[in-house]
Nanobody
Framework: LQVVESGGGFVQPGWSLRLSCVFS?????????????ISWFRQAPGKEREGVSC????????RYKGPVSARFTPSTDGAKNTVYLHMNTLQPEATAVYHC????????????????????WGQGTPVTVSS
């Protein structure tokens, strides 16, 4: 399973961004990103990786505790095998490299995560929020 993130950039406080995570290389016929738990993670400069939110299917969302989770929302487009992270009212504390990752097929979103539960990772996309 291949994972490619995009959509990061340099923005001013108060702006919004939408990150995309495209999946390909499924190992079985009829596979879809909706069969996987997909989580967004962030790693801020000098800090450990932390989970932002996880989505299973199209509407089961788990938000992880953190400074941005309440304002960032994942969504899934099964037809495009893409998961998005909608980032609203960005503030400087949102500055980080954002990764998405998938669990093995059929596994639900963990209640809490360090990332070790996820097997398939993208390369990350950087987001910088500054005036």
């Amino acid at each position: 399973l291949q994972v490619v993130e995009s959509g990061g950039g340099f923005v001013q406080p108060g702006w919004s961004l939408r990150l995309s995570c495209v999946f390909s290389g499924f190992s079985y016929s009829g596979a879809s990103v909706t069969h996987y738990s997909i989580s967004w993670f962030r790693q801020a400069p000098g800090k450990e990786r932390e989970g932002v939110s996880c989505v299973y299917g199209t509407d089961t969302v788990t938000r992880y505790k953190g400074p941005v989770s309440a304002r960032f929302t994942p969504s899934t487009d099964g037809a495009k095998n893409t998961v998005y992270l909608h980032m609203n009212t960005l503030q400087p504390e949102a500055t980080a490299v954002y990764h998405c990752a998938a669990r093995p097929v059929g596994r639900l979103c963990p209640v809490r995560t360090t990332g070790d539960e996820f097997d398939f990772w993208g390369q990350g996309t950087p987001v910088t929020v500054s005036s």
